[in-house]
């Protein structure tokens, strides 16, 4: 009796301990099958992570605007120096041509120094020399001098048939032009001591007053400028030289 007793009382420990066994597996086969369930505490560490990926390419798309930025800055002193720099040549420009020691300008009258004398050669004939002032240095237009006589502006007529070339001046550079006062072969004419000059028709400056002695003045010619004396004498009339 008592060893059946001890036997039931052994097999019923078994059982119990395969019962606990067999649930042990299934508990670890489940927890084994089933998809681990993320923490708060690495969802959170996953955005961060996503945040932080999230600002690099902020920072990427920030730099390329900075650049952009910095580039169309640049762009623009770039065309602000060029703007300087034209208005700066063109300041420049303006000031040249108003300067009377400049280059390339045109003669006026009074950029010059200007003398008049009678000569016997040829029937007789006014010789005017003029050359630039002192620091001045500009150019005797090819155009015919303009030379008058009178209170009532009688002026002189072409002695040549071409219009001459342009005669630069500077230092002791001289031009010549001559005037024949008379013409005809009368003994009409008017009696004057002086003639008005000045360098073309297009001369704006204030033309000047040449003493010359006694002329008789009937239908006067003049010359263009030239740089040869003996090239400026009138004769009598058109290319009569």
């Given at each position: ?54 600002g690099t390419g902020g920072s990427a798309e920030d ?157 006067p010619i003049v010359t263009n400028w030239h740089t ?14």
């Amino acid at each position: 009796m008592r060893k059946n007793l001890i036997r039931t009382t052994s097999l019923a420990a078994v059982a119990a301990a395969a019962v606990f066994s067999l649930s042990a597996c299934e508990d670890g086969a489940d927890s084994a099958g089933a998809s681990p369930v993320p923490s708060a505490a690495q969802t959170q560490s996953g955005d961060k992570g996503q945040e932080a990926d999230g600002g690099t390419g902020g920072s990427a798309e920030d730099a390329g605007s900075k650049g952009s930025s910095a580039g169309s800055g640049s762009g623009g002193s770039t065309s602000g120096n060029g703007s300087g720099d034209g208005g700066s040549a063109s300041d420049g420009g303006g000031s040249g041509s108003t300067d009377k020691g400049g280059y390339g300008q045109v003669c006026g009258a009074n950029d010059l120094t200007w003398n008049a004398k009678s000569e016997t050669q040829a029937g007789g004939y006014i010789l005017i020399s003029v050359k630039a002032k002192s620091g001045i240095t500009c150019t005797l237009p090819a155009a015919l001098p303009v030379v008058a006589f009178g209170s009532d502006g009688t002026e002189a007529g072409p002695a040549e048939q071409a219009v001459g070339e342009p005669v630069k001046l500077s230092g002791g550079t001289v031009a010549y032009t001559g005037v024949n006062p008379k013409t005809t072969n009368n003994d009409y004419g008017k009696e004057l001591t002086e003639i008005i000059a000045a360098v073309s028709k297009d001369d704006k400056t204030d033309p000047v007053s040449l003493s010359t002695g006694s002329i008789t003045v009937d239908r006067p010619i003049v010359t263009n400028w030239h740089t040869a004396p003996q090239d400026a004498v009138p004769g009598d009339g058109l290319d009569s030289h």
